[in-house]
């Protein structure tokens, strides 16, 4: 008999604990996805050479975000869309994906970004799309893919301004100056977004 009082009042307890969880879902911000309001925004980076460096150096665990990195070294954007589970696990305020630096099929790349770009949009996530950058300059596949990134991706496209003689310590890979500006620069766009 006593079992039996007690069920009601524990469902009674969970329907007011799941209606207060709601109430507090509903005041957060539209642009707060991953993150509980007034914490650190979470920020996930996911692509090749150039963010996978970035996970390990101590400038980006230094920004004002909760960082998490799935990139790898010597991926294409094939790689990213196989990622999308693990971001979606982190559940992220922004995700930035660059990609293109290891991609040979330009309908492959561009159907594989616009998907990853899309999925997350759908959760009211905000992106950052990474221009390819490299050493020795732009190859023109590059060129032709920023310039689809930037029409296809508008304001969520960064084309980092780095200068190629000073910031790559080989043909990929940003050195301690390059990371530096592009940490300050994705911080500025991520700020902006907000």
């Known amino acids: 008999m006593k079992a039996f ?20 879902a509903d005041q957060v911000s539209p642009s707060v996805t991953g993150s509980k309001a007034g914490a ?3 920020v996930v980076l996911c692509g090749d050479d150039r963010l996978h460096a970035a996970g390990l150096d101590p400038r980006w665990r230094c920004l004002k975000y ?16 196989k990622r999308l589970e693990i971001i ?23 159907k594989n970004m616009a998907r990853m770009v899309y999925v997350q949009q759908a959760q009211r996530r905000r992106v950052v799309v990474l221009g390819i950058t490299r050493r020795d300059g ?3 596949q590059d060129r032709a893919l920023n310039e689809w990134m930037e029409g296809e991706f508008g304001g ?3 084309m980092p301004k780095l200068y190629p003689a000073l910031h790559y310590a080989d043909a990929l890979t940003l050195n301690e100056v390059g990371m530096q500006s592009l940490a300050d620069q994705m911080e500025k766009h991520i700020d902006a977004l907000r």
Do not use: I
């Open 88 to 110: 979606n696990r982190l559940l992220p305020d922004v995700v930035v994906y660059a990609y293109g630096l290891h991609d040979r099929d330009l309908p492959e790349f561009k």
């Open 5 to 24: 009082c007690l069920v009601p009042l524990v469902v009674l307890v969970v329907a007011v604990s799941q209606a207060q969880e709601k109430t507090a």
């Open 138 to 140: 732009p190859t023109e």
């Open 156 to 158: 969520d496209f960064l």
């Open 66 to 81: 909760e960082m998490f990195n799935v990139s790898r070294y010597g991926t294409s954007s094939r790689g990213g869309m």
């Open 40 to 42: 650190s925004p979470v």
